[in-house]
């Protein structure tokens, strides 16, 4: 079964874990954590990409990095779990064995802030066994470290996680994805439609998308329908 599922509550996600075995993958951003100053990262970059005007696909794709990472270099911005339960879920994932790592639109360029945020929180992909594997990507613009895939907006989480697959002792049977981006999940469904992987999506709509994130996913998709 190829399934996709929307949920508030990061707790359902046990609800699908069927065996030790199971592959678990995490999103981070307005799925583990959230900042607790601002509304979300995700909206604040984009509400100033909008703010500057001129976008294009180039723009869409690179301007993020900078963006991002002059907001943590320039702010003091804490982060909090999306959920008083958010780590304990996590936890009790790693505590019944499962593999279980983060996948992340993020550049290679914010791992050790991630990394800095997800431990601020007590959430640790380092004890993950992929982490322990050496696992170098062949994609540009890639990154994996301690448990998390660090894809960049350029490249689709799907392929990565396949990459990383190939190279990895892991070969799961089933895949239960979390991400508050229904796209990520289509496309990681439309990848595993055609192998005997068992995908469950998870759609965590707990925190909403803001207009300007909703304004620029809308001229993404233009770009890539006329391109």
Known sequence: MKDIISTKSIKDVLNYITSQ???????????LIVPKEIESFESVIAQKLINEGNIDLHTLTSAPEKIFVELLETQSISVKPVEQET???VHEIQKQGNPTIAITSRFPSLASYTLEQLHSVDINF???QLAHENIILKTNNCYFKDGILFCGMQNN???LLLELLNQSSIKPTKIIYIDDEILHLLSMQKMLISSAITFQGIHYTRIPTSPAEKQLKELYLSFIKNN
């Not at 075995?21 to 799925?31: E, G, P, Q, S, Y």
């Open 126 to 128: 380092a004890q993950s």
């Open 87 to 89: 780590p304990l879920v």
């Open 21 to 31: 075995k199971d592959f678990i993958l995490f999103d981070i951003d307005k799925t």
């Open 157 to 159: 989480k799907s392929n």
